[in-house]
């Protein structure tokens, strides 16, 4: 068999003996090779009178056919064409484009062939690679390499959307402290239809504010809790250093908060390069993107970008990914403490588990899945896309009337008297059985159960009936019941002990009502409502020296006019009375001594309706203000009366 193989011809091999064809159904690149040697060899053997004729039954090339009959061998047999680089060589070519490609700078033909000649520049070779080689060799490997063209895109642009560590997103969310989330599905006995869960509800809104980056990181957390002062109690707790505590009216966040917030952010989130940009994904709140703050992260090199509304839930990672598990984790120690003890779980409770809460929410593969599902990081439009439902979807849908409720048709075959019931037909009502001692099981705990099993037990021992499987059966269920009761009498000791030390521990905290030294955020601002407060009132008792001031002055100058000369003989002279009417210093100076004798009840006059409240730093502080913004004018004055004349001021 062998050998007729051997022996078989080429037209044997080649051609179709019924129809005098040759044998290829198609002319492929895969058969290429194929039909050359084919074309040879019927040409060797005569059945083709010409090369041209060989090359056109055949559909091979002419010049390949040409040359494979006059000696020429197949690339394959002369080991190929990569006689220019070695296969280390390439292996170096393929490190070298993948490092390029990942990079984001995409190879050309010039710049493979310029690395190929690097290569044979750094071996010592003297030949060099042609931009026929940097083809061929794209050729050769196709299922690594694919050409397509380039699209340009801004060397910024690119290095924003690069700097995934520079990427941030921050939102808010609201804790109600100690409250249940309702519908919480747990386990209960049977005899239970409606479980209760016993909840801490202090009805307190506390707002937490966070940020992530697309790498996967956070800075400390903002919160917001209603109230005007921090107690000590409220920072006695395992927050980070760094965590601030701040106060509203509600709780909420507003547009001074949010200043303070973004200068957290600006502060945890500084980059090493001052030159690199901040991007932060927000959403369209007014309290967030206020003008003040936008102003504050130009001046910063952060770059805001606010979402478009309705779409928070789908394009922001805290809302899709973070803030469920933060609910999560809340609830999961709420129900703890509840469990524990704490029927009251107030503020403090909840800064005090605040971190716990955090750090099994801010994982690193948690932020990182949020960011993924929102399409953001890696890059992927089509996540959120799919999730859009089509508006106009449900106006081609078609019900058919018999789907309707009410339709006559839906109603079961043979009209209403079909769908009566039937009269039930009489049966026996079941017997009782008798307790079957030989299949009870392990007692709940009731003590009036076990003391049945005991009675059992008893009842035989008592009566010296020798011992069946049933006595000894009971008796272990019994023993159960007992061992269940005894561990259960220890469980509750230790749970008792727990909730004591839980509860010393709340009630050290409520003790502390002192105001913390360490809220340095929150003294500052408390120390800036005061400031202002006072400023206020300074304000106000100036504008009352102001009026004070025209008063007694009109009232003066109108008794000097009218004076006569007899009658301030031994006195002041006019002009003396103007001079001190006219001495800011003088007049303020009498005003506090009045304002002092006023004060304590000497010297008083009806014509002159003085402040209620009275405060003799204030007082003071008001008469420096009324006197250095009048100095201030005469200044003005002299200067503008001097450059009227044509004396220049230096």
Same mark, same amino acid.
């Given at each position: 068999?062998? =050998?007729?193989?051997?022996?078989?011809? /080429?037209?044997?091999?080649?051609?179709?003996?019924?129809?005098? $064809? &040759?044998n290829f159904s198609r002319h492929t690149t895969a058969n290429l090779e194929t039909r050359t040697i084919a074309g040879a060899e019927l040409y060797y053997e005569g059945f083709y009178g010409s090369i041209?004729?060989?090359?056109? /039954?055949?559909?091979?090339?002419?010049?390949?056919?040409?040359?494979r009959v006059n000696g020429h061998h197949?690339?394959?047999?002369?080991?190929?064409?990569?006689?220019?680089?070695?296969?280390?060589?390439e292996e170096e070519v393929f490190c070298w484009a993948h490092r390029r490609i990942t990079q984001g700078h995409h190879i050309q033909g010039r710049a493979l062939q310029q690395h190929a000649n690097a290569i044979l520049k750094a071996k010592g070779v003297g030949a060099t690679a042609s931009r026929a080689w940097a083809k061929r060799f794209i050729q050769r490997h196709r299922e690594l390499f694919h050409r397509r063209r380039a699209a340009a895109r801004d060397i910024k642009r690119k290095a924003m959307q690069d700097r995934i560590h520079n990427t941030w997103n921050f939102d808010e969310t609201g804790f109600m402290v100690g409250y249940l989330h309702k519908g919480t599905f747990i386990w209960t006995f049977r005899e239970i239809d409606t479980p209760i869960l016993s909840d801490a509800h202090e009805t307190v809104s506390v707002t937490a504010i966070e940020a992530i980056s697309a790498a996967g990181s956070c800075i400390p957390s903002f919160v917001i809790l209603p109230g005007v002062q921090i107690p000590a109690r409220w920072v006695s707790n395992s927050l980070d250093d760094d965590t601030i505590i701040s106060t509203s009216q509600k709780g909420y966040i507003n547009?001074?908060?949010?200043?303070?917030?973004?200068?957290?952010?600006?502060?945890?989130t #500084?980059?090493?390069?001052? *030159?690199? +940009?901040? $991007?932060? *994904?927000?959403?369209?709140?007014?309290?967030?993107?206020?003008?003040?703050?936008?102003?504050?992260?130009?001046?910063?090199?952060?770059?805001?970008?606010?979402?478009?509304?309705?779409?928070?839930?789908?394009?922001? &990672?805290?809302?899709?990914?973070?803030?469920?598990?933060?609910? %999560?984790? %809340?609830?999961q120690v709420l129900h703890r403490e509840i469990a524990d003890?704490?029927?009251?779980?107030? +503020?403090?409770?909840?800064?005090?588990? *605040?971190?716990?809460?955090?750090?099994?929410?801010?994982?690193? %593969?948690?932020?990182?899945?949020?960011?993924?599902?929102?399409? *953001?990081?890696?890059?992927?439009?089509?996540?959120v896309l799919s999730q859009l439902q089509d508006t106009l979807s449900s106006l081609t849908e078609e019900v058919a009337i018999k789907d309707l409720p009410g339709s006559i048709e839906s109603e079961p075959q043979g009209g209403p008297q079909a769908a009566r019931p039937s009269t039930p037909s009489p049966h026996t009502p079941p017997s009782i059985q008798r307790f079957n001692w030989n299949n009870v099981s392990t007692p709940r705990l009731n003590l009036s159960t076990i003391q049945r099993y005991h009675a059992y037990v008893q009842l035989r021992l008592a009566t010296s009936v020798d011992f069946d499987s049933s006595v000894t059966y009971v008796y272990e269920k019994a023993r159960?019941?007992?061992?269940?009761?005894?561990?259960?009498?220890?469980?509750?000791?230790?749970?008792?002990?727990?909730?004591?030390?839980?509860?010393?521990?709340? =009630?050290?905290?409520?003790?502390?009502?002192?105001? =913390?030294?360490e809220?340095?955020?929150?003294?500052?601002?408390?120390?800036?409502?005061?400031?202002?407060?006072?400023?206020?009132?300074?304000?106000?008792?100036?504008?009352?020296?102001?009026?004070?001031?025209?008063?007694?002055?009109?009232?003066? #100058?109108?008794?000097?006019?009218?004076? #006569?000369?007899?009658?301030?003989?031994?006195?002041?002279?006019?002009?003396?009375?103007?001079?001190?009417?006219?001495?800011?210093?003088w007049m303020c100076a009498s005003y506090r001594i009045l304002r002092e004798l006023h004060n304590r009840g000497v010297g008083q006059s009806k014509a002159i309706m003085w402040p209620e409240y009275y405060d003799r730093e204030i007082v003071k502080e008001a008469a420096e203000l009324v006197v250095m913004e009048a100095n201030k004018r005469a200044i003005c004055r002299q200067t503008l009366s001097l450059e009227a004349d044509g004396i220049e001021m230096r």
């Open positions: 068999m062998a =050998s007729s193989k051997a022996k078989e011809s /080429a037209v044997q091999k080649w051609i179709d003996s019924a129809t005098g $064809l &040759p041209v004729a060989a090359a056109k /039954a055949l559909g091979v090339p002419y010049k390949r056919l040409y040359y197949s690339t394959a047999e002369n080991g190929g064409n990569r006689t220019l680089l070695d296969p280390s060589d547009d001074v908060i949010a200043i303070e917030w973004i200068r957290h952010f600006e502060k945890h #500084r980059p090493v390069d001052p *030159l690199q +940009k901040r $991007l932060l *994904l927000m959403d369209s709140c007014d309290n967030h993107y206020t003008e003040e703050m936008v102003h504050f992260c130009f001046d910063h090199n952060i770059k805001v970008f606010p979402m478009p509304p309705h779409l928070t839930h789908q394009l922001q &990672p805290l809302d899709v990914g973070v803030f469920r598990s933060y609910k %999560h984790w %809340h609830q003890g704490a029927y009251y779980f107030n +503020k403090s409770d909840f800064l005090y588990h *605040l971190q716990e809460v955090r750090t099994r929410t801010f994982k690193k %593969h948690t932020i990182l899945s949020s960011w993924q599902k929102c399409g *953001l990081f890696p890059f992927n439009p089509e996540i159960k019941a007992d061992k269940t009761l005894a561990l259960n009498g220890i469980t509750a000791t230790a749970e008792m002990t727990k909730i004591k030390e839980k509860q010393a521990k709340r =009630s050290s905290l409520q003790q502390q009502t002192t105001i =913390s030294p809220t340095n955020t929150i003294d500052k601002r408390q120390e800036e409502e005061a400031q202002r407060v006072r400023n206020k009132e300074v304000r106000d008792e100036a504008g009352y020296i102001r009026r004070w001031l025209r008063k007694v002055r009109f009232n003066v #100058r109108i008794s000097i006019t009218e004076a #006569r000369i007899r009658d301030i003989r031994g006195l002041w002279a006019k002009g003396d009375k103007r001079a001190h009417l006219n001495c800011n210093e």
